[in-house]
């Protein structure tokens, strides 16, 4: 997790244009909700129901499986906070917010898929800091 880094002349235009060119979509929330739905091949859709974090920007991306990243930014002008996760649910009703993990199974491959944008973005930042 990228945790209240000191900025100076990093923008969150900046950082909305490195999650725009990673194919990462901004999430426009509607009475504090936003719903995404993505498709694999040979299964039926599968439905997010991402809740609106007061005072962050949201992006998400399809990842592996049909898993949803999202990164969460809230940049004041001494720092930039970034909360990110895979969301998940679980019996398709307990709302799971799964960490990123640089070493995940197989089968939870898109954890290490977050992770790597995760590191990504963080180098982007410290790199961007004036």
């Known amino acids: 997790m990228i945790n209240k880094l000191r900025r100076s002349q990093l923008t969150i235009d900046r950082i909305t244009d490195w999650f725009v060119s990673n194919d990462f979509q901004r999430l ?5 909700q936003f719903e995404i739905v993505t498709h694999v091949v040979a299964t039926r ?3 997010y129901n991402i809740k ?24 004041t ?14 019996f398709g009703i307990i709302r799971l917010e799964l960490n990123f993990k640089e ?6 491959k898109y954890r290490r898929e977050g992770y790597k944008h995760m590191v990504n973005l963080k180098e982007f ?4 800091l004036g």
Do not use: H, R
């Not at 426009?28 to 504090?32: A, K, P, Q, R, S």
């Not at 949201?58 to 969460?72: D, N, P």
């Open 28 to 32: 426009e929330f509607e009475n504090g």
């Open 45 to 47: 859709p599968i439905y």
């Open 52 to 75: 609106e974090n007061s005072g962050y920007t949201s992006y998400a991306k399809q990842a592996y499986g049909g898993s949803i990243l999202v990164f969460e930014i809230n940049s």
């Open 77 to 90: 002008p001494d720092k930039i906070d970034c909360q990110c996760y895979a969301p998940m649910l679980l």
């Open 103 to 108: 070493k995940a199974s197989w089968i939870t």
């Open 125 to 128: 930042i410290t790199n961007n």
